[in-house]
């Protein structure tokens, strides 16, 4: 008989959602996470016991696991700016709220502080890792990675002076510095984030590509999120942001659209033909009235759909969970189809369609040997859930960010019963109160100086 071999941790679940193979539900199975925190085995628990024997186990008996879920778009640290700029649409809020907001305000420490409190955040609502797009990302990534969140971090490109940069060559020239210094991180990822096509000229949008060919990071940024932004383009440019970003060679299998809430035929059947993902922020969408995404039709044609919340400033909450739901009910009512992103496909929109937009797919977002043991248990014993007929349909459609009680990273436990457990996520924890209440005040501050 063969020896077991030995891992870290069995975590058995009463569920087990892997995302791969696709639609599949599996119950009586638990996961072998190594030492390393690589997903070492998914097997029926009496196979696995006879396999390998584990340091621990952790019985989760009412509980379905996923894998992390993954935002594909937010600005961490502009949660210190939480309803600031409440029912305005997308230019009023960025020019009379966020921009002057941001003047005043913005520094490193506004932005450790911001992304402290976005990472607990959104661990707590089984979000494992992040794209984030702001100021100060070396900041931010360091704030995560000290918390234990796994982070995918925007190298912030815009055509405006502010603090953290002169110009559009001093965010590049002090993003790929950061990126020098923080590559080899096992939990931090790298993109270029340009703003969006309004705040970026061609000649910077040419540096850019120059850069991605050097580096081969992907690319992210924000893309037809209003009708106005469109037309604007259109009078400057004499085409769509999208033909203007296709002349100049970034509509590819690397770019990340994020919102492209108004896309036109021709333009779904570019970013199917291209490899193109969305990143779709419905929540922020809609409360800035910016639109419904047609992502009935861009499901359809192929394109890889991945989900996020925006920031805090335009959501209110970095809620993959909630997001997950009203994308899919938007799309359904949206299109008139009810048989449109059904639970199955929503999970993948929310794991791995994100991981494969960032180039992590090989990594992470799904529940395979191999992978890292990215993981997000709900809780699905209260009354509310029952009775239990499909665990992927209640997942979605019935639970919610409260129902997660416990969350891995790279196989290390970060949430545990609701509470923080990682001694970085306790420490941030544990300053938040004290980060809450000086940036509330500098905020209250500046904006009665304003009024």
Not at 164 to 183: C, E, P, T
Request: with cysteine; hydrophobic share 45%.
């Amino acid at each position: 008989m063969q020896t077991p071999l030995a891992v870290s941790e069995f975590i058995v679940p009463r569920w087990i959602i892997p995302i791969e193979p696709a639609g599949v539900v599996l119950e009586g199975h638990a996961i072998a996470v190594a030492a390393d925190g690589r997903i070492v085995d998914v097997l029926p628990l009496a196979d696995l016991r006879e396999r390998y024997v584990a340091d621990r186990e952790t019985t989760l008996p009412d509980h379905v696991v996923t894998p992390g879920l993954f935002n594909l778009h937010t600005h961490a640290a502009m949660t210190l700016l939480r309803g600031v700029g409440d029912d305005l649409p997308l230019m009023q809020w960025l020019t009379t709220r966020i921009w002057p907001a941001e003047t005043a305000l913005l520094s490193e420490d506004f932005v450790a502080a911001g992304t402290r409190l976005a990472c607990l955040e959104m661990l707590k609502g089984g979000t494992t890792c992040f794209a984030d797009m702001y100021f100060y990302p070396e900041v931010a990534g360091k704030a995560a990675r000290e918390i234990g969140i796994r982070t995918h971090l925007g190298i912030t490109v815009i055509d405006l002076p502010t603090v953290a940069g002169g110009d559009a060559d001093d965010y590049l020239d002090r993003g790929l510095a950061m990126y020098d210094r923080l590559r080899n991180d096992p939990l931090l990822s790298f993109s270029f984030a340009p703003h969006a096509p309004y705040t970026i000229s061609d000649e910077t949008f040419r540096r850019i590509a120059m850069l991605i060919g050097q580096t081969g990071l992907p690319m992210q940024i924000h893309l037809h999120e209003t009708e106005g932004e469109i037309e604007r383009e259109v009078a400057q440019h004499g085409v769509r942001p999208i033909l203007r970003l296709e002349r100049l060679g970034f509509i590819n299998a690397s770019l990340t659209a994020v919102h492209a809430v108004h896309l036109d035929a021709g333009e779904i059947r570019l970013f199917a033909e291209r490899g193109v993902s969305i990143a779709h922020c419905p929540a922020s969408n809609l409360k800035l009235a910016s639109g419904i995404a047609p992502i009935a039709r861009c499901l359809d044609a192929g394109i890889n759909v991945g989900i996020g919340t925006d920031g805090t400033a335009s959501n209110n909450r970095l809620d993959m969970p909630g997001e997950m739901r009203l994308a899919a009910l938007l799309a359904k009512g949206a299109s008139g189809r009810a048989d449109v992103f059904g639970a199955h496909r929503v999970l993948h929109a929310a794991t791995l369609a994100g991981a494969k937009a960032t180039g992590l797919d090989d990594r992470i977002g799904s529940i395979i040997a191999g992978k890292q043991a990215d993981l997000a248990a709900f809780d699905l014993s209260a009354l509310e859930f029952n009775p239990v007929f499909d665990a992927a349909s209640h997942l979605v459609f019935v639970a919610g960010r409260e129902s997660v009680t416990d969350v891995w990273v790279a196989g290390k436990r970060v949430v545990q019963k609701r509470q923080f457990v990682a001694d970085g996520a306790r420490a941030a924890e544990g300053r938040g109160a004290s980060d809450i209440a000086l940036w509330q005040n500098r905020t209250r501050s500046q904006l009665a100086a304003r009024q």
